[in-house]
């Protein structure tokens, strides 16, 4: 995984544009080797990633109220895993080596690799237009610049691009497979300032300076889809996750009991539901319609099964309905809770596309998400299910 920070100043004199790098490239590039540089101290490369992030974070800083903001984060992720090399923990504890399986791609040694990362530094073009970009592909050996085009090279590129006293950021995202990393993503999250954001178990920084809490809160942007990657490639319209414990506590770092949790809308109209009445063991247990109204999985006749792709519980939950589904367990540092829904009639009262195609190629739309309200009518598992929480998401 990739986490790249970018942020800068700037200055307008008359007609002239100043633009001032806060973070320099020594500081991105910032290790071990570094040594007590920024008052970073440690000789842990896992210690070592959240405390440069915090240092980072602090050199963004931007004051604003209620709380001040950090930057927007850019996520790198491979589903590559060597399982042999026993690097990823279990459900957050120690893992032990085991036979390859077609679930965890791998070509052989070295298929975890990071990749090769190139950073086009925000700049002013035109004198009122800011432009920047990431780019670069996890195959070590090949041509990145050809790597768009190239079949066998996988890539990825992210432009973001702002006119000055005009409108808001847009991103323009690009990734592309290859046969040795089959499995790839890519995400543009707006982290909460301050907090154990989805994914992560140290406390991250980020763009959101209220940590959104359901049922109150919505998500406006624009989104225009030009390219697809076939039925087998999700596109999430939106994703938002969180921490908590089964007994919903807040995260406190120990992975053994903290969670992730995360709830995905693939708008990708190739994906087809895995929920259904022979399956409903990738099926969440309930679903709860607007009004309040709650249906059980085995109502045939009620239940909207092709309104879910697909639900998995975490892999520490010791009071689950039979039958069900384990998430991966080695994806993240702690175990993991993952509901995905497709676009479906049920959540058309939420803002959400209510039929395949909505928002697709073709059809570029405005989006206002009632993500706060859809939040809290979703299943996430809790060992008091009679308890009703209002959940707090650390990234969207």
């Not at 994914?199 to 980020?206: A, E, L």
């Not at 009445?277 to 099926?283: F, I, L, M, R």
């Not at 995905?340 to 570029?364: C, F, L, N, R, T």
Request: include cysteine; hydrophobic fraction near 30%.
């Amino acid at each position: 995984m990739v986490a790249k920070l970018f942020s800068f100043l700037l200055s307008m004199i008359l007609d002239e544009v100043n633009l001032i790098h806060k973070v320099s490239e020594d500081e991105n590039r910032l290790g071990l080797l570094n040594g007590t540089y920024g008052r970073i101290k440690t000789r842990s490369y896992d210690r070592y990633a959240p405390k440069k992030q915090l240092y980072l974070g602090n050199k963004c800083q931007v004051k604003d109220y209620p709380k001040p903001w950090q930057f927007w984060m850019i996520m790198l992720k491979s589903g590559n895993m060597d399982t042999l090399a026993a690097r990823c923990p279990e459900n957050g504890k120690k893992s032990e080596p085991f036979a390859p399986e077609s679930r965890f791609p791998c070509f052989g040694e070295g298929c975890m690799n990071m990749p090769k990362m190139y950073h086009n530094y925000t700049g002013v073009h035109g004198n009122n237009t800011l432009r920047g970009s990431f780019y670069g592909s996890w195959d070590l050996d090949a041509n990145v610049k050809s790597g768009v085009v190239v079949n066998s090279t996988s890539y990825f590129n992210v432009t973001w691009q702002k006119e000055l006293g005009k409108g808001s950021w847009v991103f323009h995202f690009y990734l592309k497979t290859s046969s040795k990393y089959p499995w790839l993503m890519l995400y543009l999250r707006s982290d909460a300032t301050k907090g154990f954001s989805g994914g992560y178990h140290y406390q991250t920084r980020g763009m959101s300076k209220i940590v959104p809490k359901s049922p109150n809160f919505k998500v406006k942007f624009k989104l225009n889809i030009t390219q697809g990657g076939g039925p087998g490639s999700q596109f999430y319209l939106m994703d938002i996750g969180s921490c908590w414990k089964n007994d919903g506590s807040p995260c406190n770092g120990n992975v053994r009991s903290d969670v992730t949790r995360y709830s995905e809308m693939i708008i990708n109209p190739g994906t087809e539901s895995w929920c259904s009445p022979e399956k409903v063991a990738g099926c969440p247990p309930y679903h709860t319609f607007p009004n309040g109204t709650r249906v059980q999985r085995t109502n045939n006749a009620s239940f909207p099964f092709d309104a879910y792709h697909m639900y998995c519980a975490p892999g520490n939950a010791l009071h689950l309905e039979e039958p069900y589904n384990l998430c991966d367990a080695y994806s993240n540092p702690q175990p993991q809770e993952i509901l995905q829904i497709i676009p479906h009639p049920v959540w058309g009262d939420y803002g959400y596309p209510a039929k395949k195609g909505e928002g697709w190629i073709g059809d570029p739309r405005s989006w206002e998400l009632d993500v706060g309200r859809l939040s809290q009518s979703l299943y996430f598992y809790q060992v008091h299910s009679a308890l009703s929480l209002s959940f707090f998401f650390f990234f969207v």
